[in-house]
């Protein structure tokens, strides 16, 4: 199957700084979303980005098909930004998620 | 608009006994899938139904099991319970099967097998 990879795994950030995260996959694929794990497990939607580029607030996301990857940047990042963002992708029939990046907002 | 929910939010079951996971989706979406979050192995893809049929698997033995229903709601079986089944279930809808099409995400059940 695919191989959907994040970097980095873990990101330790000043309340106010920015960041980008990473997704890889291995093979072409027909959607992409990035979505943001709460605490408690639910699972947010941020994006929905098969390709190009959107924007919402302090959030922004880049998916090159053609290259296989997608970025996520978050600019002046807050405390409830913490929490782990995953990438998932389909292929065909079939969806797999990234390995993740959990993030950490110090006041 | 009501989103994706679950039930129950907790189970507790014991190693042999079977759990039933129930899935309502969003009003008009005629996708669901299922997933499970293990500790240490990520969100991994379990049952994929849409319009009352199983569209797809993920690489899971057979007591995984599930259908839905005429309302579109599903439910998720697990026979014959492993102390490994322990994690958080969790379960998205989609407005129906095409590729491009947007998942969303209920808040989970989490299933401990003692």
Redesign the interface.
Known sequence: GIQVEQSPPDLILQEGANSTLRCNFSDSV??L?W?HQNP????I?LF?I?SGTKQNGRLSATTVATERYSLLYISSSQTTDSGVY?C?V?TG?????G??TSLTVIP | EAGVTQSPTHLIKTRGQQATLRCSPISGHTSV?W?Q?ALGL????LL?YDEGEE??R?NFPPRFSGRQFPNYSSELNVNALELEDSA?Y?C?SSLDSF???????G??T?LTVL
């Open positions: 027909n959607n979303q979505f408690w497990g639910q699972l939607n929905y098969p995953f998932a389909r029939n079939q969806f797999y998620f390995t993740g | 899938y997933y979050q990520g969100l991994q893809f994929w569209r797809n993920g958080l969790l998205a590729s491009y099409n947007e998942q969303f995400f808040p989970g989490r």
